[in-house]
């Protein structure tokens, strides 16, 4: 093997994983309407009746910008991941007693494929 191509292979790699990281989102499961009646999506929208849900992925709970959360919410200790928000979209009460999302909560399996599409919105 020819060493010199070895440096030139590596920055294509590295390349490609930099546009994996920066490629568009998967398309929404479509359980993810329900969520949309009330949170926006993307990354210039601001929040509606709910926050936005962009880069929710690692951010504090209660901690989006110009949305009025419970307190609630707001002295939650949760920073919002793949399993913390399915456990959040299986039972919001449960997972955050005193929290304003007036849903009743979704399935298992809906809430693990909801959340898997929320962790793929970031800047």
Same mark, same amino acid.
């Given at each position: 093997?020819?060493?010199?191509?070895?440096? $030139?292979?590596a %920055?294509?790699? /590295?390349?490609?994983?930099?546009?994996?990281?920066?490629?568009?989102? $998967? !398309?929404?499961?479509?359980? %993810? /309407?329900?969520?949309?009646?009330?949170?926006?999506?993307?990354?210039?929208? *601001?929040? +509606?009746? *709910?926050?936005?849900?962009f *880069?929710?992925g690692g951010?504090?709970? *209660? $901690?989006? &910008?110009? %949305?009025?959360? +419970?307190?609630?919410?707001?002295?939650?200790?949760?920073?919002?991941?793949?399993?913390?928000? !399915? $456990?959040?979209?299986?039972?919001?009460?449960?997972?955050?007693?005193g929290? &304003?999302?007036?849903?009743?909560?979704?399935?298992?399996?809906? !809430? &693990?494929?909801?959340?898997?599409?929320?962790?793929?919105?970031?800047?």
């Amino acid at each position: 093997m020819n060493r010199r191509f070895l440096p $030139a292979g590596a %920055f294509l790699a /590295a390349s490609a994983l930099a546009l994996a990281a920066h490629a568009q989102p $998967a !398309a929404p499961p479509p359980l %993810f /309407a329900v969520c949309q009646a009330c949170h926006e999506s993307t990354a210039n929208a *601001g929040p +509606s009746v *709910g926050p936005n849900l962009f *880069g929710v992925g690692g951010r504090k709970a *209660g $901690a989006a &910008k110009d %949305f009025d959360y +419970s307190d609630a919410m707001k002295n939650s200790p949760i920073v919002w991941s793949a399993d913390t928000l !399915a $456990a959040f979209i299986v039972d919001p009460n449960k997972s955050i007693p005193g929290n &304003k999302m007036d849903y009743s909560g979704a399935d298992a399996a809906t !809430a &693990k494929q909801i959340a898997d599409y929320l962790m793929t919105l970031k800047p």
